[in-house]
């Protein structure tokens, strides 16, 4: 039966990719890729000659119809984002859409992903939270960071280098310098670490040592006060 198979990579560790992954990626009939030369490097590693074909968010558009017809037709197709879970802050949403109002069936394996380990090593409370990847780089960043200021769930941000210090700066503002964070970068690599502290005492530290690799954010809920998951309703 045609199926499309949602395949999480290794966001660092190369360690970390499952057995069951590297199975499928060996039998599909094609490989979706959203960068050729990065996933080139992690089928070579494991031994997976299968063909890659590039599927991004630049052409997903353009090529999500004619991968339907292709699983349609009965292939077994493999989607792969450069590291992680495709379909998070990852082209793979259109894809999924389509395939299930085609009847295609989707099956994603449980894999590598930079939300969850960084929530858990965050020290926040991580029982109930609200991921939003990447927020917009201009129009729309400031009202969403207003608007995510009064969450009481943990929040989960990703973040790039080069606006890391910016995103700071702006919850320091919003948010206010005390509220509590911790920012974790390079997630399952070499120099992985994580800096928590409050919203000032983080942006220090970024701001006095150059940003390098990949960011989670986590910033604790409003009400949060590092003891109680929310002072105000514990106190109520």
Do not use: W
Not at 119 to 141: H, I, M, N, T, Y
């Amino acid at each position: 039966m045609p199926k499309l198979y949602i395949v999480p990579t290794p966001v660092g560790n190369l360690e970390d990719m499952t057995l069951r992954g590297i199975r499928v990626l060996k039998e599909a009939d094609a490989i979706l890729a959203e960068d050729t030369r990065t996933s080139g490097i992690l089928l070579k590693h494991f031994g997976i000659e299968n063909k890659l074909q590039s599927y991004h968010k630049f052409n997903e558009h353009k090529t999500v119809g004619k991968i339907i017809e292709r699983l349609s037709a009965g292939e077994k197709i493999a989607l792969v984002s450069d590291a992680g879970t495709p379909g998070i802050s990852d082209p793979g949403f259109l894809l999924a859409r389509e395939c299930t109002k085609a009847g295609i069936e989707i099956e994603c394996l449980p894999g590598a992903t930079a939300l969850i380990p960084a929530v858990v090593a965050s020290g926040l409370p991580c029982d109930r939270f609200c991921f939003e990847g990447f927020l917009p780089q201009k129009k729309g960043r400031v009202s969403r960071l207003t608007e995510l200021s009064n969450e009481e769930r943990t929040i989960i941000l990703y973040e790039s280098p080069y606006r890391i210090v910016k995103l700071l700066t702006q919850v320091n503002e919003i948010f206010g310098s005390d509220r509590i964070c911790a920012v974790c970068r390079e997630i399952s690599k070499i120099h992985e670490e994580t800096i928590r502290g409050t919203a000032e005492e983080v942006l220090r530290h970024f701001s006095e040592n150059e940003p390098k690799g990949e960011f989670v954010v986590i910033i604790a809920g409003k009400g949060y006060d590092g003891k109680n998951k929310n002072k105000d309703k514990n106190n109520s």
